[in-house]
């Protein structure tokens, strides 16, 4: 029996590891590429090759950025009273978006997820509560996702960090319960910013 050649099979195999991709997806993936111009091939590994290269996490916010300190945590005009707590890079650019927030952000890095074994010691709390103190922070808004972990992860922060004795908020239940953050609108995410709520412990 014939097989596909070494290379082939090898990228279907990278292809797969990504999240949502089954063997068929990757597969339809890679004969694409071969079948329509190499030149996509070329544009491929060019655009993998930078990603590598130059993105790297602010050593600020935690976030993706191609500068040491991003463009955010950099900006003079952002308040630097307010701190958005949200656990992926990928939320940043969310709230980014909608334009509403001018705060800085905090990147956890997660959620408290028992099931996949993620505890309060994987996150970036130890960071979370030293930059509140040195940026004399007003605010912190918890915006994780509502759904189990996130909500389970924002109560876990406000009770850890009550000692602060800084403001604590929740984005409000704009986004329905289980939503995820990245798949909201800007309407719906702006509202949950703007009538989000003095974190209150349940
Ligand atoms: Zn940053």
Avoid: W
């Amino acid at each position: 029996m014939l097989s596909a050649p070494r290379s082939v099979t090898r990228l279907i195999r990278e292809f797969s590891k990504l999240p949502g991709i089954g063997a068929k997806t990757s597969e339809r993936f890679v004969y694409f590429l071969l079948k329509h111009n190499r030149e996509n091939i070329d544009q491929l590994t060019l655009a993998l090759n930078e990603l590598q290269r130059s993105v790297r996490q602010c050593d600020q916010c935690f976030s993706y950025s191609e500068k040491s300190t991003c463009d955010t945590c950099s900006d003079p005009t952002r308040d630097t009273s307010m701190l958005c707590v949200v656990a992926e890079p990928k939320d940043v650019f969310v709230f980014e978006h909608t334009g509403e927030f001018d705060g800085l952000y905090h990147v956890l890095g997660g959620v408290i997820d028992h099931v996949a074994g993620v505890g309060p010691q994987d996150l970036r709390l130890r960071e979370l509560e030293e930059r509140i103190k040195n940026l004399n922070i007003a605010e912190v808004i918890l915006a994780t996702n509502p759904d189990a972990e996130g909500e389970l992860t924002a109560i876990y922060i406000a009770q850890q960090l009550e000692h602060l004795n800084v403001r604590m908020t929740r984005i409000a239940r704009g986004l329905p319960t289980g939503a995820d953050i990245q798949f909201a609108d800007d309407l719906t995410l702006t509202n949950a910013l703007k009538s989000r709520r003095d974190f209150k412990r349940p």
